[in-house]
C-alpha cells in the first residue's frame, strides 16, 4: 500500500458542486500539504498544516478550504467548484527538521 | 519573478547521452536544493538533494549548486529511457518551512 494515498485519484463534477479530496498517511509525518500542479506552472501550495491544530494558507488558497481530522488525514475540499479549478491535486507529508517531501499518486480533477 | 524558474522543455535526447537540467532561483536563505522526478501519472519522488555550493553524485546523477549565479544544475549520463519523466527543481521557502518549486523540465529519452 502507497505511504501517502489520494481518493478519488479521477474525479469529473460540474459547475457550483462541492467537492471533497481526501489524502490519508502512514508515514507518521506530522506535515501534510496540498499542491495543485498545472502545465507551465508546476506545483503550487494551496494549504498546509504542521499539526493537527495548525492550518495555513499557501499560495492559492482562494476557492479552497482544508480539514486536518487527525495526524494522518488531510482533507481538501472546493465548495462551489469552478472550471477554473480543473488540476491535478497532490497532497504530500514531510517530518518536521527533514526537508524531503512524499507525494501521493495525485487526484485529476475536471470541472465541467 | 517567480522564486524558482526552470525551462519546461520538452526535452529530446538519443539514449545514451548527458542530460543537463537547468534552474535559476532568486531567494536563498536556506541553502538547500532539491531535484525531484515525476513519471507521468505519478506523484513526484525526490530524487537527490544538496546542502550547498559544488557537485553532489549519486550513481548516473550529479547535482550541481552555483551560489554565485544562483543556478541548479542536474546532470544525467548515460542517459535511460526509464530517465523520460518530468524534472522539477525546488527549494526551501525563506522560512525554511515550505518547498518552492519549479514548473518542470519534460525529458524524453529516445531508445
Known amino acids: 500500500d502507497a505511504d501517502v494515498t489520494q481518493t478519488p485519484r479521477n474525479r469529473i463534477t460540474k459547475t457550483g458542486k462541492r467537492i471533497m479530496l481526501e489524502c490519508s498517511q502512514t508515514?507518521?509525518?506530522?506535515?501534510m500539504y496540498w499542491y495543485r500542479q498545472d502545465p507551465g506552472l508546476g506545483l503550487r501550495l494551496i494549504y498546509y498544516s504542521f499539526d493537527v491544530k495548525d492550518i495555513n494558507k499557501g499560495e492559492i488558497s482562494d476557492g479552497y478550504s482544508v480539514s486536518r481530522q487527525a495526524q494522518a488525514k488531510f482533507s481538501l475540499s472546493l465548495e462551489s467548484a469552478i472550471p477554473n479549478q480543473t488540476a491535478l491535486y497532490f497532497c504530500a507529508t514531510s517530518e518536521s527538521g527533514m526537508a524531503e517531501a512524499f507525494f501521493g499518486q495525485g487526484t485529476r480533477l475536471t470541472v465541467v | 519573478q517567480k522564486e524558482v524558474e526552470q525551462d519546461p522543455g520538452p526535452l529530446s535526447v538519443p539514449e545514451g547521452a548527458i542530460v543537463s537540467l537547468n534552474c535559476t532561483y532568486s531567494?536563498?536563505?536556506?541553502?538547500?536544493f532539491m531535484w525531484y522526478r515525476q513519471y507521468s501519472r505519478k506523484g513526484p519522488e525526490l530524487l537527490m538533494y544538496?546542502?550547498?555550493?559544488g557537485n553532489k553524485e549519486d550513481g548516473r546523477f550529479t547535482a550541481q549548486v552555483d551560489k554565485s549565479s544562483k543556478y541548479i544544475s542536474l546532470f544525467i549520463r548515460d542517459s535511460q529511457p526509464s530517465d523520460s519523466a518530468t524534472y522539477l527543481c525546488a527549494k526551501l521557502d525563506n522560512y525554511g518551512q515550505n518547498f518552492v518549486f519549479g514548473p518542470g523540465t519534460r525529458l524524453s529519452v529516445l531508445p
Open positions: 544538496t546542502y550547498s555550493s
Open positions: 531567494n536563498s536563505a536556506f541553502q538547500y
Open positions: 508515514k507518521g509525518h506530522d506535515r
